[in-house]
């Protein structure tokens, strides 16, 4: 279970499976509040991640994509600031991304 912060409120709720560049790293449970994003693992990933949760100073940019021809599913992309703290995910990435930025996205997992 997720700790809300006094006054933060869940906006969205969704299975949702994990990418970092282009692997997948587990399916999970995708939580955006009103202060940031939280993705919990239903199992440890590929990479062992525990999960994340990220205030939005540390999301440069982000984007809901359907676009099937540049990724194969319909996700949440998330491009990450590697100078804020972005805790395990900094260590997950495995290809180098345009200055330094991470790129993970979230795609629907259905159920």
Request: net charge neutral.
């Amino acid at each position: 279970a997720v700790s809300l912060e006094e006054g933060e409120e869940v906006r969205v709720r969704e299975r949702t499976h994990l990418y970092i560049n282009e692997r997948c790293d587990g399916t999970g449970e995708l939580l955006v509040t009103t202060r940031r994003v939280v993705w919990v693992p239903e199992a440890p990933g590929a990479r062992g991640l525990s999960g994340f949760s990220l205030f939005y100073p540390a999301i440069v940019m982000h984007a809901v994509s359907r676009d099937t021809s540049a990724f194969p599913h319909a996700c949440l992309f998330m491009q990450l600031d590697p100078e804020q703290n972005i805790g395990e995910l900094a260590s997950a990435q495995t290809t180098p991304q345009p200055r330094g930025a991470k790129r993970t996205r979230v795609a629907n997992g259905g159920g």
